[in-house]
């Protein structure tokens, strides 16, 4: 049987790639004309390795196009992370913490330059690396560390947008695509699907020894204070959820830095 160019359209518009894509970036008329039309965690989850790679894709190039300075390569897929990734949490994130115009604008920028100048920051020349992989098992593991965070850290943000509906009720009842994706993804699936970022970070950054706990339990705990401390009265809307994730990622960056620095300050004993 033929599939009829409507068909493929329909096919396409209620696919989970496109529903993720939309949860993740498109604006608030969009996705409320859009309904759950596609709305999953593997959507969302997909969308959000793909960000990673993208950022790292830009640092690569930039990195080759400009090997001479080592910081504006970081600068710019630091800009890059904030404008297409992260666009959406960070104003949520500088909305649902402010009280009008002028100090949402104010904290967006903020945030906006602490960003960029914490990605620029996870780039490491000199580094303990773990023990070489086979070399059909070499591209899991990419060897820049900064690669590896940048990597991770949407994959962090994404569990949490899974698990947190868990914590609290999944949207009011308007927000038909937040409760799509609480419904995509039940306790038991959230609880197994702990195990990409729980366990990449552990197989990446190991080389940490015992101080591989803060960036493997601070992202654990942003995950579960952010959004319970951005939801009101125990609803957990899309801006919420972008807003928490945003926290999550910069907390993990920020536990890698802290982490980092505990490990070379040991050396150094």
Same mark, same amino acid.
């Given at each position: ?36 039309? &596609? ?8 969308? *959000? $390795? ?5 950022? !790292? /894709? ?15 390569? /970081?600068?710019?897929? &630091?800009?890059? =992370?904030?404008?297409?990734? @992260? %666009? ?9 913490? *402010?009280?009008?115009?002028?100090? %949402? ?18 780039? @490491? ?8 992989? =086979? =070399? ?22 994404? =569990? +949490? +947008? ?23 993804? &039940? ?5 197994? $699907? $702990?195990?990409?970022?729980? &366990?990449?970070? !552990? ?24 959004? @319970? ?23 993990f960056f920020l536990a890698y830095l802290a982490g980092r620095h505990c490990w070379n300050s040991f050396r150094s004993w």
């Amino acid at each position: 049987m033929r599939m009829t160019f409507r068909q493929a359209v329909g096919l396409a518009y209620h696919s989970p790639l496109l529903g993720g894509y939309a949860y993740l970036t498109g604006s608030e008329s969009a996705l409320a004309a859009r309904g759950s039309a &596609g709305v999953t965690w593997w959507g969302v989850t997909v969308w *959000s $390795l793909a960000a990673g790679l993208l950022v !790292v /894709g830009v640092w690569s190039l930039a990195n080759a196009w400009l090997g001479a300075n080592r910081e504006l390569p /970081g600068v710019l897929a &630091g800009a890059v =992370w904030l404008w297409w990734p @992260m %666009r959406r949490g960070m104003t949520s994130l500088a909305g649902l913490t *402010s009280r009008d115009a002028a100090s %949402r604008s104010l904290t967006l920028a903020v945030l906006a330059v602490l960003a960029v100048f914490v990605v620029a920051n996870l780039r @490491m020349e000199n580094y303990y690396d773990n023990d070489p992989l =086979w =070399w059909w098992l070499a591209w899991v593991r990419p060897h820049e560390q900064h690669f590896r965070v940048l990597i991770l850290a949407p994959l962090w943000g994404a =569990w +949490m +947008m899974l698990v947190a509906p868990r914590l609290g009720r999944s949207g009011p009842a308007n927000d038909l695509a937040t409760r799509a994706l609480a419904d995509s993804c &039940g306790p038991v699936l959230s609880a197994v $699907l $702990l195990a990409v970022p729980l &366990g990449l970070t !552990v197989f990446y950054f190991r080389w940490m020894g015992w101080w591989i706990f803060i960036p493997t339990v601070l992202p654990l705990a942003a995950a579960v204070v952010a959004p @319970m401390a951005l939801c009101r009265r125990r609803v957990l809307d899309r801006r919420a959820l972008l807003a928490a994730s945003a926290v999550t990622q910069l907390t993990f960056f920020l536990a890698y830095l802290a982490g980092r620095h505990c490990w070379n300050s040991f050396r150094s004993w």
